[in-house]
């Protein structure tokens, strides 16, 4: 998923709850390879999902207070052949922060950590895991939670090194299914299967495929359970989702028949599906390469403890093993504000990777995920949307031959914040808190910033005279948030498209900022656009009017670059004006990559007096700092 767009801010090393290891120095963005000695190249055999254990209800074996054995084969028809399993990990019933690490139980138990939680979480993640000669893995909790482990499959070694069936081929990731956006379905309705059919570039033949499922926007607390689509989806998980929560992304290999597979969730929730390859089905050639070599996790980068994170676009490259094709990670995250980032083979993506492997919704908050990233002669590189700590453990990798690295490194620098001045067009003084600067161009015209960072990342706001008359409540709230840098720009009687010298267009606005320093147009920044109230004078209900203008303004902010929040309209001037501000926010919830900031809903049951000045389109002091709040709240659920 890359969607749900990022936002970066300053600077820190943040302490959080993954285990550590020392990791290499850094500072050359490229880490030489790790020493891996594997079990038997092995082949996939997929299963009908199959719970393992839930130790809420199931006995289980204890090692020590926090670390329970399990015993894999001869569980859910998995024979003592086999030599790794693809599992999903879910940690509930948590009291504080903490991080599950799974590995062997005949080895010492690694650095490496599979999942990370928060106190009340629900947390899935999956993962391919070496068992031990006896079959047997352990899971360790570094705090109290429950466990839940589900199995979709496992590996068993080929009796003389290939294989037809069962064997992984990489595809490019690609976006299989948006329910939000085009001709997306809709949300998925709670108990009823959704059917996600295999792209054409898949044989009808093939066991499973490998996906990364995103929920977005729930409608309440539940979870998504998945299988070969003509079969039931039993009571398994792959991913557990909050309601109302930022979106939860999981890595899983799926069951697949001819049709392809099915989703099913348990409450109302939109649906990405990206898929990153497949298992091969009986009809394939006979062959080596896409076997799995199983490992015990081994660490390969923590950014902690080597001296500098990510930064905002920037990578850094991995070494793997020189008969990897694709390798089996788990990278955790822990981002300056909400973010993504992507595992891809080095050398081979210039600009912006078009897919992502974790997805983090809160600034300093450990989020993991398991990545199936093909690989180059020169590895894999990681590359974070925003400032990050990142920590990545090998688990497996998939046999054959890297493909060619053609593109120099990337590079991981730390970017120029922009001086003081920021998006200001002119000299201007700062405000009576001394925190920021409030430039007033001319009479109709208002540019506030503040040259600060905060751990929430940086902000425009781009607006009419309601975000002109706003501006000081509107920074305030912002900075008080930890939101930095910031700018505001508001113009009395603006538009969306159309301006003048004196009242300048949203669009040209938009412009101005990108064009004052190369800061703003980082995918880190995070735009707000509080516009509508003075174009439904000249669109009045017509839907294609509407929609050119909001088209234009997210055209020239970049919904592919920057996650967009829109503050709907709504005044107390009645008909017609009501019925031009409907269809206006209907085309708002309509536009892909754009988030409604719902003021509508939120001033519906306020007495005029309260919101509205005598004019009732503009706003009381009170009206304006609702307003702010609303918008720093949206912004912290975004």
Request: with cysteine; proline share 8%; glycine share 10%.
């Amino acid at each position: 998923m890359r969607k749900q767009l990022v936002r970066s801010a300053r600077y820190v090393v943040v302490a959080a709850m993954v285990a550590i290891a020392t990791a290499p120095s850094t500072a050359d963005a490229t880490l030489g390879a790790p020493s891996i000695t594997g079990a038997a190249p092995a082949a996939f055999t997929p299963l009908t999902p199959c719970r393992l254990v839930d130790t809420r209800t199931d006995p289980v074996q204890r090692v020590d207070e926090g670390t329970i054995r399990l015993q894999v084969t001869g569980a859910c028809d998995i024979p003592a052949t086999a030599s790794a399993v693809a599992i999903t990990v879910v940690a509930t019933a948590t009291t504080q922060e903490g991080f599950v690490a799974a590995y062997p139980s005949s080895a010492a138990r690694p650095l490496a950590s599979v999942l990370n939680y928060s106190a009340g979480d629900t947390r899935a993640n999956g993962t391919i895991l070496a068992l031990s000669p006896a079959g047997q893995i352990d899971l360790h909790t570094s705090t109290v939670a429950a466990l839940v482990i589900d199995t979709t499959g496992y590996f068993s070694p080929t009796p003389d090194g290939a294989a037809t069936a069962g064997r992984f081929v990489p595809l490019p990731p690609t976006r299989l299914v948006d329910t939000r956006v085009g001709g997306g379905a809709g949300k998925l309705e709670a108990g009823s299967p959704f059917v996600v059919s295999s792209p054409g570039n898949v044989p009808a033949d093939a066991i499973a495929v490998a996906v990364n499922l995103t929920a977005v926007e729930p409608e309440r607390s539940g979870y998504l359970s998945v299988s070969a689509a003509g079969l039931p989806a039993g009571d398994t998980s792959v991913l557990n989702f909050p309601a109302a929560g930022q979106p939860r992304a999981a890595t899983t290999i799926v069951p697949v028949d001819a049709r392809g597979f099915a989703v099913l969730a348990q409450a109302r929730t939109h649906l990405l599906v990206d898929i990153s390859g497949y298992f091969t089905g009986p009809s394939a050639a006979s062959g080596t390469d896409g076997l799995l070599v199983a490992i015990s996790p081994t660490r390969l980068l923590d950014t902690r403890t080597s001296g500098a994170p990510i930064y905002a676009q920037g990578g850094i490259e991995l070494a793997t093993p020189t008969d990897a094709a694709v390798v089996v990670l788990n990278v955790t995250m822990i981002p300056t504000g909400p973010g993504w980032l992507a595992a891809v083979p080095a050398g081979t993506i210039a600009g912006t990777p078009a897919v992502s492997a974790t997805n983090a919704g809160q600034a300093n908050r450990p989020v993991a995920n398991m990545a199936v990233s093909p690989t180059s002669g020169r590895g894999v590189e990681v590359y974070s949307a925003v400032q990050s700590q990142v920590v990545v453990d090998l688990n497996a990798y998939f046999t054959g031959t890297p493909m060619t690295a053609t593109i120099a490194p990337r590079g991981n620098t730390k970017p120029v914040m922009p001086a003081v001045g920021g998006c200001l067009s002119g000299p201007a003084p700062r405000d009576s808190t001394g925190r920021w600067f409030l430039q007033t161009v001319n009479t109709w015209s208002k540019i506030g910033y503040y040259p600060g960072t905060g751990p929430s990342g940086p902000v425009v706001v781009v607006g009419d005279s309601l975000t002109w008359q706003s501006i000081i409540p509107a920074m305030n709230t912002l900075i008080d948030r930890g939101y930095g840098p910031i700018c505001l720009d508001g113009v009395i009687s603006r538009s969306t498209l159309s301006g003048s010298a004196s009242i300048t267009s949203a669009r040209s606005g938009i412009e101005r900022i990108k064009a004052s320093h190369p800061f703003w147009r980082m995918p880190a920044v995070r735009w707000v656009v509080a516009m509508g109230t003075n174009d439904i004078a000249v669109t009045n209900t017509n839907v294609a009017a509407t929609r050119q203008r909001i088209d234009g303004i997210v055209a020239a902010i970049g919904s592919g670059d920057h996650l967009i929040g829109w503050i709907n309209l709504r005044t107390r001037r009645g008909a017609p004006w009501t019925a031009r501000e409907d269809v206006f926010n209907q085309q708002i919830a309509a536009t892909p990559g754009v988030y409604t900031i719902d003021w509508a809903s939120l001033v519906a049951p306020s007495p005029a007096s309260y919101v509205w000045q005598a004019d009732l389109i503009h706003l009381t002091v009170l009206g304006q700092q609702a307003r702010s709040d609303l918008t720093a709240t949206q912004l912290d659920q975004h």
